[in-house]
């Protein structure tokens, strides 16, 4: 298999992102044996990636349908455990992936596709508003685009079935990548770096009102590094799945002093200072929003502000920071979709 499919952008332990009302557990031993090494879609609009083979695991991870996923292999012939492009490897039942191969993925890369635009939407058996449900479409998945048909866009799911969506829900993946302003190059101007910035707090604030949901990473639910990396997504970047190796990357910013060098679309990261006895513990993440303002979940997706005396205080200390924007595509763990391999 093709490696440039898996972002090999950090070798950290992966650690769980906690709420501030969650205790953050120690992750499931992953499985050392690779004799599989297969390659799959996922197939629903939100398959659930769980940390040991059982419905009563705790939930790991979510990947949208459509993305492509390594498989290891598979548990009692119903289990079985994948890795997403950013290196989490978790547990799906199989109906939740399709098996593909490696030409099969290549000429995918090549094939025109739709991608989900809609916080929500149905793929139908007809053209119709009436008709049958083939399943749900969450923002940001993909699905291979056949044709138009008045109001309705045809397409082919990943399990293979043919299906109808509203057009107005979906958009040419190429365009929509290549459309993504948020993702400048180093050196920018600052007009086009500002435009970025405000990208990324208008997706954000869009989820405001989301309930928190441990490893969450859709609309249907987010926690707070999957807030961060879903946000980031749906404007063109990949980022790591955990606070815990989210605070690694990009370029650092110092927050030792306060916030004054911080700059709207930065992430902002909690958890315990390291003393004498304990290491530094990284346990969640925010989106830094300027004037003091944060927007991260923690109970639900909401505004918070972080100056002592304001209704909305968050009482939190900020220990680490550091800025994605323009940070992209030159080894510091960030990754624009265009040039990240996987999906072209």
């Not at 997706?203 to 980031?232: E, M, N, Q, R």
Request: proline share 6%; glycine share 8%.
């Amino acid at each position: 298999m093709k490696k440039s499919l898996f972002l090999l952008l950090c070798a950290a332990l992966v650690l769980g992102c906690a709420s501030p009302e969650k205790k953050v557990q120690d992750p499931a031993p992953q499985p050392e044996r690779e004799d599989e090494n297969g390659l799959a879609f996922a197939a629903l609009s939100v398959i659930n990636m769980r940390e040991d083979p059982a419905y009563s695991a705790e939930l790991g991870t979510q990947a949208l349908m459509g993305t492509p996923v390594k498989v290891h292999y598979h548990d009692n012939d119903y289990w079985v455990n994948i890795e997403t492009p950013d290196g989490y490897k978790a547990w799906v039942n199989e109906m939740a992936i399709v098996p593909i191969d490696q030409a099969r993925l290549d000429t995918w890369k090549e094939t025109p596709r739709r991608i989900v635009t809609n916080y929500y939407t149905f793929f139908l058996d007809a053209p119709t508003p009436d008709a049958n449900h083939v399943s749900d479409g969450v923002w940001g998945d993909i699905v291979e685009y056949v044709g138009t048909t008045g109001k309705y866009t045809e397409v082919d799911l990943p399990t293979g079935r043919r299906a109808f969506v509203p057009t107005a829900d979906v958009t040419d993946l190429r365009t929509w990548v290549d459309s993504r302003a948020a993702v400048v190059p180093a050196g920018a101007p600052q007009r086009d770096v500002e435009k970025a910035r405000q990208l990324i707090l208008e997706t954000a604030k869009t989820f405001v009102g989301v309930p928190y949901l441990w490893a969450g990473t859709s609309i249907k639910g987010v926690d707070c590094s999957g807030f961060a990396k879903t946000v980031y997504f749906l404007n063109g970047y990949m980022l790591l799945r955990n606070a815990s190796q989210q605070y690694k990357t990009g370029e650092p910013v110092d927050v030792s002093e306060g916030l004054d060098k911080l700059q709207p679309a930065d992430l902002v990261f909690f958890g315990r200072e390291a003393t004498e006895d304990k290491p530094e513990r990284i346990t969640h993440v925010a989106i830094y929003m300027g004037d003091g303002k944060i927007i991260h979940s923690s109970q639900v997706v909401r505004i918070n502000s972080l100056i002592e005396g304001e209704p909305d205080y968050y009482s939190r200390k900020v220990i680490r920071a550091c800025r994605i924007i323009g940070q992209q595509d030159c080894g510091k763990g960030v990754v624009s979709i265009a040039k990240s391999g996987v999906y072209f």
